[in-house]
């Protein structure tokens, strides 16, 4: 399964086309992965066990969302002010 | 891009482009054919000497004036739809660049491997060189690599835009918080431009797109060197 994943991440080329956001508005798909790659972290970094697997949501949100958004909600983070549920 | 008393669209540069330009010409063939039908008719009506005091039943022109612009809009109907349908395409795209607008220039991302991001402003009208083109030219362009898919993500950083390219058939409204998705192939090498296309403020004429389409070994050596010069 891990290199599965692996595999996948080292053939990266692009975000592929998430069924689950079909649609011209992608502002959802950005934002669940960034969230999906702050849970994947804190869920395996707080089990002790490799976080390799979050690369994925890591580069598929680095691929959509605007890099100022990102700024944005990394500081949000930061403060402990971030809207989401991580 | 635009010249002087043009009348139709631009050259396409994508496959929907040309599938846009040829339904265009087949509808506006339809409708020129029907005008011109009705013109005759009112022309020779308007001149005729003849009278008819007497019409009462008139089954069969009026069956024939019922199915005959049904059956032109059914003709007209299923290569809209059929265009309509190709657009919706699920496509996998190479590449994704984000074009942010921005009071009044746009800025590109190209964030899939290393974080490029840039700035495109147009070049004033007193600082262009012989040959380019007024209000059209930018000091960076967004390159692509030509014959790959492109997925545009269009959002804005303060009020509305539009990223519009006509010659790529693509436009898509910039709404800041929203992240818009538009895709297009650049079937060509070549220049495309665009502007924007939702009234922004001051200078909401003055914050063109240009496109350019190169062979994909001229679009990693440009990305290198855009990352370097960052």
């Known amino acids: 399964m891990a290199d599965v994943i692996d595999d996948k991440i080292k053939n990266y080329r692009t975000a592929p086309f998430d069924a689950r956001f079909p649609n011209t508005n992608q502002t959802r798909n950005c934002f669940q992965n960034y969230l999906d790659f702050h849970r994947?972290?804190?869920?395996?970094?707080?089990?002790?066990?490799?976080?390799?697997p979050c690369e994925w949501y890591q580069r598929v949100y680095k691929s959509l969302c605007p890099m100022s958004w990102v700024e944005k909600w990394d500081g949000q983070i930061e403060d402990g002010s971030f809207p989401g549920k991580i | 891009m635009a010249h002087p008393t043009q009348l139709g669209f631009q050259d396409a540069a994508s496959p929907v482009m040309e599938e846009l330009l040829h339904f265009h010409d087949h509808a506006l063939m339809i409708v020129l054919l029907i005008s011109t039908l009705v013109l005759y008719i009112i022309t020779a009506m308007v001149s005729t000497k003849l009278t008819n005091k007497y019409i009462l039943d008139s089954q069969e022109i009026e069956i024939v004036w019922t199915i005959l612009p049904a059956v032109?809009?059914?003709?007209?109907?299923?290569?809209?739809?059929?265009?309509l349908y190709l657009m919706d395409e699920i496509n996998d795209p190479h590449l994704t660049i984000k074009a942010m607008g921005h009071q009044w220039y746009w800025s590109y991302e190209y964030t899939d491997?290393?974080?490029?991001?840039?700035?495109?402003?147009?070049?004033?009208?007193?600082?262009?060189?012989?040959?380019?083109?007024r209000l059209l030219e930018t000091d960076h362009r967004m390159v692509v690599p030509m014959e790959s898919p492109v997925r545009v993500l269009v959002s804005a950083e303060d009020v509305l835009h539009s990223w519009a390219v006509?010659?790529?058939?693509?436009?898509?409204?910039?709404?800041p918080g929203r992240l818009n998705q538009a895709a297009f192939i650049a079937s060509r090498p070549g220049v495309f431009y665009g502007q924007c296309s939702e009234i922004c403020g001051a200078n909401h004429s003055f914050m063109p797109i240009v496109v350019e389409a190169v062979p994909l070994e001229h679009f990693e050596n440009w990305s290198s060197l855009m990352l370097e010069d960052a």
Not at chain 1, 40 to 52: A, E, F, R, T
Not at chain 2, 72 to 83: D, G, K, Q, W
Not at chain 2, 116 to 125: A, I, K, N, Q, R
Request: net charge negative; hydrophobic share 40%.
């Open chain 1, 40 to 52: 994947c972290n804190k869920v395996l970094s707080g089990k002790g066990q490799d976080s390799s």
């Open chain 2, 72 to 83: 032109i809009l059914v003709l007209i109907a299923l290569p809209s739809l059929r265009i």
């Open chain 2, 113 to 133: 491997y290393e974080n490029l991001g840039f700035d495109s402003y147009m070049v004033p009208t007193q600082d262009l060189a012989p040959g380019q083109f």
């Open chain 2, 166 to 175: 006509p010659s790529l058939g693509v436009k898509m409204d910039a709404v």
